[in-house]
């Protein structure tokens, strides 16, 4: 199971940080993924790392401002966010599975274990 937290409301310019806590099995080979959802739109993939190595990836969209870490002791997952925009307003979701290449790294429907949700709001 993922447990996700940290979401809440934030001015344009301000920071949050969401983890991902995951209960139960890990597998060393576990690439955790955070994924976003903004009202009226799709999914979208924001970044991943992989467990094992810490490579890290990312969408444009998040480059530059967002910053994916794990703490594999803990099994958490982090997703610091600066510099957030009322664009970056959504309900972040984190993901996991463990096989996941990096062509299927950005593909919401690769990922088979997924947390609940927590809602980022940056008001104007």
């Known amino acids: 199971q993922l447990q996700a937290s940290g979401g809440g409301l934030v001015q344009a310019g301000g920071s949050l940080r969401l983890s991902c806590t995951a209960s139960?099995?890990?597998?060393?080979?576990?690439?955790s993924g955070w994924f976003r959802q903004a009202p009226g739109k799709e999914r979208e993939y924001v970044a991943a790392?992989?467990?094992?190595?810490?490579?890290?990836y990312y969408a444009d969209s998040a480059k530059g401002r967002f910053t994916i870490s794990r703490d594999s002791a803990e099994k958490t997952v982090f997703l610091q966010m600066n510099n957030l925009r009322p664009e970056d307003t959504a309900v972040y979701y984190c993901?996991?599975?463990?096989?996941?290449?990096?062509?299927?790294?950005?593909?919401?429907?690769?990922?088979?274990?997924w947390g609940r949700g927590t809602l980022v709001t940056v008001s104007s």
């Open positions: 139960g099995r890990t597998y060393s080979s576990f690439v």
């Open positions: 993901a996991a599975d463990n096989a996941i290449g990096l062509a299927t790294i950005g593909i919401r429907s690769a990922y088979k274990f």
């Open positions: 790392i992989r467990w094992s190595g810490g490579n890290t």
